[in-house]
Nanobody
């Protein structure tokens, strides 16, 4: 069992930056972790992922070069640094964890946080 709590969302102008944090509690922090986002009326989509060891990262084409995912095992925390934000990045961002899967689809993740809202204005 893993509990995930996101923070760091807020409102920012286009071109600005935000850093999201996801604190994990419960069992040992050895899961692959990902960030997903969802806009009302649309399906949840993958944003960024990081392997169990932290040695590999993965990004959606829409955010590659602008977002960076990282993890700090000593703090049981995963981060998403978001730079050069665009209005299209506006969404609720969710942290997710999975023990054994190898895909980055929402259905492949076992645990979810409740989300944090990011709003990017023009």
């Amino acid at each position: 069992q893993v509990q995930l709590v996101e923070s760091g969302g807020g409102s920012v102008q286009a071109g600005g930056s935000l850093r999201l944090s996801c604190v994990a509690s419960g069992r040992t922090f050895t899961y692959r972790m990902g960030w997903f986002r969802q806009t009302p009326g649309k399906a949840r989509e993958f944003v960024a992922g990081i392997s169990r060891s932290g040695g590999s990262t993965y990004y959606a084409d829409s955010v590659k070069g602008r977002f960076t995912i990282s993890r700090d095992g000593t703090k049981n925390t995963v981060y998403l640094q978001m730079n050069s934000l665009k209005p299209d990045d506006t969404a609720v961002y969710y942290c997710a964890a999975d023990a054994y899967g190898s895909t980055w689809l929402p259905g492949g993740m076992d645990y979810w946080g409740k989300g944090t809202l990011v709003t990017v204005s023009s």
